[in-house]
């Protein structure tokens, strides 16, 4: 009977402390901001930049090539480029319109453009077969962005 009654003392008291009394809680209270933002598009005046044939070591220079970002008004968008493929090395920005990594576009109206041009100058032959790929991606570091919204 002793024993009974021990363990039944026992399992009172540990009931008090591990299951719920709240001896020595703390609290700390943690704010969440943030601001929900339209997504960016961009889109293309083309889908597909041709050369067609080009002697080896010689240039030849694509059209301007337009594109359109579009996404929430007054926000910086930061522009980043990547070409991937075979003659990959052969192709490059023409210095006159280029994509420059890290470049920002302010979205004065909720849309900006940026032109570029590109330059092909094969150093031996064959095919040139490269993407491009453009990344537009919101600054979050633009402090005068986050000051007024």
């Not at 709240?22 to 929900?36: F, S, Y």
């Not at 293309?44 to 070591?57: A, K, M, P, Q």
């Not at 064959?126 to 962005?145: E, F, I, P, R």
Request: hydrophobic fraction near 40%; glycine fraction near 10%; avoid cysteine.
């Amino acid at each position: 009977m002793k024993k009974t009654f021990f363990m039944v003392g026992l399992l009172a008291a540990l009931s008090m402390t591990a299951f719920g009394a709240e001896v020595g809680k703390v609290e700390k209270a943690i704010g969440i901001t943030g601001t929900a933002v339209k997504g960016i598009t961009i889109t293309s005046t083309e889908e597909t930049i041709e050369f067609g044939r080009v002697l080896v070591n010689s240039e030849a220079v694509s059209q301007e090539i337009g594109l359109t970002l579009t996404g929430e008004s007054g926000q910086n968008v930061v522009l980043n480029s990547t070409m991937v493929g075979d003659g990959r090395a052969d192709l490059s920005f023409d210095d006159a319109a280029k994509i420059v990594d890290g470049e920002k576009l302010l979205l004065t109206t909720g849309t900006a453009t940026k032109k570029f041009k590109l330059k092909y100058k094969p150093t031996t032959a064959g095919a040139l077969n490269v993407t491009l790929t453009v990344t537009a991606s919101y600054d979050d570091t633009d402090a005068a962005w986050v000051a007024t919204n």
